[in-house]
T-cell receptor, first 112, second 117 residues
């Protein structure tokens, strides 16, 4: 079945540093989504990407949809303590299927 | 606009029992999807409902079932609970319009944490 390879698995950084994480797949996805999940809560949508090559920003967050539709990256600039959490990439298949395929997540720790 | 709501937030059951979880989507959203999240398997798709019909289904046993009502609210049922069913069950809703238009973007509720003893 479809699988998303998300890396790194975890990151420990200092406040103020930039962060980069990415997802790759052997399958082509119609849409790429990046979510953040805090403990005990559901994932919160950060950025949605709909077009190959699309680069989208949301404040300090920037994400890009790969040209081949098989990968995406998320950058966080000037990290702050509240960026702590687990970041998930998710791909939505072509054909309008509502099913999301998730990566395993990147756990981010920010040291003040 | 209110977000996706799920009830109950926490639940403790014993093996062999059955459980029903509820999800109210964002107003105007017609698609509701359910996911199971565990530390070992991560987030896995259970099924999706649109206009009271199951439109997509993941690879879960028949003990997992769901339904959707005319107001788009959805329920998920798990029968004959097993220890391995302990998980965070997440519901997500979307407008479910044309693929690639953004209307299929899914928004998650806070989840129901189920513990099976």
């Amino acid at each position: 079945g479809q699988q998303l390879n998300q890396s790194p698995q975890s990151m420990f950084i200092q406040e103020g540093e930039d962060v980069s994480m990415n997802c790759t797949s052997s399958s082509i996805f119609n849409t790429w989504l990046w979510y953040k999940q805090d403990p005990g809560e559901g994932p919160v949508l950060l950025i949605a990407l709909y077009k190959a090559g699309e680069l989208t920003s949301n404040g300090r967050l920037t994400a890009q949809f790969g040209i081949t539709r098989k990968d995406s990256f998320l950058n966080i600039s000037a990290s702050i303590p509240s960026d702590v959490g687990i970041y998930f990439c998710a791909g939505q298949l072509q054909g309008g299927s509502e099913k999301l395929v998730f990566g395993k997540g990147t756990k981010l720790t920010v040291n003040p | 606009k209110a977000g996706v709501t799920q009830t109950p937030r926490y639940l403790i059951k014993t093996r062999g029992q059955q459980v029903t979880l509820s999800c109210s989507p964002i107003s105007g959203h017609r698609s509701v999807s359910w996911y199971q999240q565990t530390p070992g398997q991560g987030l896995q798709f259970l099924f999706e409902y649109f206009s009271e019909t199951q439109r997509n289904k993941g690879n879960f046993p028949g003990r997992f079932s769901g339904r959707q009502f005319s107001n788009s609210r959805s329920e998920m049922n798990v029968s004959t609970l097993e220890l391995g069913d302990s998980a965070l069950y997440l519901c997500a809703s979307s407008l479910s319009g044309t693929s690639g238009s953004g209307q299929e973007t899914q928004y998650f509720g806070p989840g129901t944490r189920l513990l099976v003893l």
